[in-house]
T-cell receptor
């Protein structure tokens, strides 16, 4: 079936540095999402993105976070600067029509902030 | 606020056992309820969904009934296989946001042959 790719599966970065998480969504999908999962806790919605704009964001989507999809390529989540509490697994998802129940998820990128 | 609760963190079974995973939700509206399954090394994938109270979702031998009275959406399977070993998440579509999912903490199911 359709696949959302997230590479790499694990990133390690020093606190205060910038990190960009990359997501290659399903090719014809139009809506893009990021979710965050801290170890042992539930996945939580961060942001969704459509037509070049953030549509909705949660309180977890701090000012240090930004998303973009330049020229229809990767959908990225940038954190600048990173903090220790940003350590988590970040899941990208995409959907064609935008309904939350129609999401295809990637396998996640584990971010470790030292 | 809206929430989903899965009390079981881990369930260990043998093949052909009955699987039951508890899920309750809290919301002021009638949300769409879903179960996701996440196999090792993969992202979560939709297992089943139900949009109408008192209806049942069925997929791949799994079933869940949307019980408005008890605000529950428990997942069941009559006879599990080793290939059902995975993490199972209950979720609801955020009634406020419309495009976000609110997840439970997940239940890890381990099935031994």
């Amino acid at each position: 079936g359709p696949k959302v790719l997230q590479i790499p599966s694990h990133q390690i970065i020093d606190m205060g540095q910038m990190v960009t998480l990359n997501c290659d969504p399903v090719s014809n999908h139009l809506y893009f999402y990021w979710y965050k999962q801290i170890l042992g806790q539930q996945m939580e919605f961060l942001v969704n993105f459509y037509n070049g704009k953030v549509m909705e964001k949660s309180k977890l989507f701090k000012d240090q976070f930004s998303v973009e999809r330049p020229d229809g390529s990767y959908f990225t989540l940038k954190i600048q600067p990173t903090a220790l509490e940003d350590s988590a697994v970040y899941f990208c998802a995409s959907s064609l029509f935008g309904g939350a129940e129609t999401l295809y998820f990637g396998s996640g990128t584990r971010l470790t902030v030292l | 606020g809206d929430s989903v609760t899965q009390k079981q963190g881990q369930v260990t079974l043998s093949e052909d056992d009955f699987l039951f995973i508890n899920c309750t939700y809290s919301t002021t509206t009638y949300p769409t309820l879903l179960w996701y399954v996440q196999y090792l090394g993969q992202g979560p994938q939709l297992l089943l969904k139900v949009t109408t109270a008192n209806n049942k979702g069925i997929s791949r031998g799994f079933e869940a009934t949307y019980d408005k009275g008890t605000t529950s959406f428990h997942l069941q399977k009559a006879s599990v296989q080793e290939s059902d070993s995975a993490v199972y998440f209950c979720a609801l579509v955020d009634p406020q946001g419309g495009r976000a999912l609110i997840f439970g903490t997940g239940t890890t199911v381990s099935v031994s042959p």
